[in-house]
């Protein structure tokens, strides 16, 4: 496919502590409390705790305690990674604000929000991966190439994961590191369950587009990525092996006997020499079946060209992770790969404490890593000392969490749900569906995720008002100036001229 729709879904681990009295720390509020206090100005602004914001994202705190940040459609990854960073930015904003709120009411504390796939209990919470894909895409295909790729994609893009107890059944292993924090909680290859079964490729038929001419992947393998670097590898890669899968180009067999547990035995493997069988009964490690595929990579973009400008960046890093991987040696990708960045930082404290790896201490690392408030995530110390790369600008983040993608129906999704409360309208949007409340039979769908301008969206918008006249757009810094979180801040404001009457029903 030409140009493809990426999108991702973060949920969050979430924890208040309460202050330390004595150097005791006490017990802060139970983390479902918590979230609700998180989700206050979310639920005033929108009255729901499932909105839509002007950046065409989706936030949404579930029954559960895991809120969630589902970015908008984006259409290339320099793209899809600034909005994901975005959505850290607008989650530790919320934070901010529910501290204050929870001293407002006595209750004194600190928030933490964890972007990490397992809490201290166990439980695991998502990063969920969609890819446009067209319809005519062969399942089959996708059991055969694309089940072996993710289940190994764990050694270019795992988070990492310090792993205290036995967490496999049958095999005895003492305290290690792994790849991966999802691998362990991951309980099907390809089905349509997403909570209870966990398959790593999700079936289910939502493609949010029109269902003749696409299909929505959703891939709920992955780990939540806390480098840049290792999120162009992680989409990067998996949308070329889609593109190889959409142009039909031969691309081996890799299809694994028995997919889960080659997805366990990889990521606590560190060595990469554990092997898996495939259908065929070969024996092959992980780094074989990725430098398979990097080889058949290579070739495909030397005979198509490159489709995007990070291209050759994705191939290079692919290939030194394999290396590093195969090598032992770590210390070519250890500011790129956000398992390597992690372990690196934990072999140091480890070994400047002579700690063994069950210590507590460094499960705290481990976690700390993923802490998304700037000044105390350990990734972010990391950046600013120069051991994390990064690749964008704090610009573009600043600019996401604002506005929608330029490039994909997101841009009136924002427009128009902007449009509507500048104008105090009743409205509702989600990924396909743009209605006014007062004028049901009109609602209009956009199904097209590449569609950025609508006559439609503009004549439903018209019978606001006479908007060219009175709407304004305001500027980054006017939306900064408001009393709300920014990411709920107003993009337009009516300045007067005639606002229509309410009609008549
Ligand atoms: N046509 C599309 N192709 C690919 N991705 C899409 C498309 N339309 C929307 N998306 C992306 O899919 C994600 C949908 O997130 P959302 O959490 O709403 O969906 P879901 O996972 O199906 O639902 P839920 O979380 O309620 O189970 C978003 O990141 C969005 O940008
Ligand atoms: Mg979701």
Sequence with gaps: MERRVFGVETEFGITHRGVAVDGAPRPGLAPDETARYLFRPVVEWGRSSNVFIPNGSRLYLDVGSHPEYATAECSDIEELIAADRAGERIMDDLARRAEEAMAADGIDGTIYLLKNNVDSQ????????????????????????????????????????LVTEQEEAGRELGPHYAFSQRADHMWEGVSSATTRARPIINTRDEP????????????????????????????????LVLRMIESGVPLGDYELQ????????????????????????????????????????????????????????VLQLWERTLQAVASGDHSNIDTEIDWAIKKRLIDEVAARG??????????????AYHDIRPERGLHHVLVRKGRAATLLGQEQIDQAVLLPPATTRAALRGHFL??????????????????LVDRPLEAIMLKDPFETAA?????????????????????????????????????YLVTGGTVPPPPVI
């Excluded at 198509?304 to 990070?310: S, V, Y």
């Excluded at 902007?418 to 990924?431: C, E, I, Y």
Aim: aromatic content about 4%; overall charge negative; proline content about 4%.
């Design 122 to 161: 166990g439980n695991s919470y998502g990063s969920h991966e969609n890819y446009l894909i067209p319809r005519t895409t062969h399942f089959r295909r996708l059991s055969t190439v694309l089940l072996p790729f993710l289940v190994t994609r764990q050694i270019l893009c795992g988070a990492g994961h």
């Design 208 to 239: 949010h587009a029109d269902a003749s001419a696409h299909r929505r992947l959703h891939v709920i393998v992955g780990d939540s990525n806390m480098s840049e670097t290792t999120q162009l590898l992680r989409y990067g890669t998996t949308d």
């Design 258 to 313: 028995n997919p889960i547990r080659a997805i366990r035995e990889i990521s606590h493997d560190l060595t990469g020499t554990a092997t898996v069988l495939t259908r065929d009964g070969e024996e092959m490690t992980a780094v074989d079946i990725q430098a398979g595929l990097l080889d058949r990579a290579r070739r495909f973009v030397s005979e198509e060209g490159a489709h995007h400008g990070h291209l050759e960046q």
């Design 354 to 367: 002579s700690l063994a790896l069950d210590d507590p201490r460094l499960g705290q690392i481990d976690m």
């Design 418 to 435: 902007s449009t509507a409360r500048a104008f105090g309208a009743g409205h509702s949007v989600d990924w396909v569906h743009h209605k």
């Design 455 to 491: 006559e439609r969206v503009e004549t439903l918008l018209d019978t606001l008002g006479d908007r060219r006249a009175v709407v304004r757009e305001l500027s980054a810094e006017e939306r900064l100036d408001q009393p709300v979180p920014p990411a709920l801040s107003e993009r």
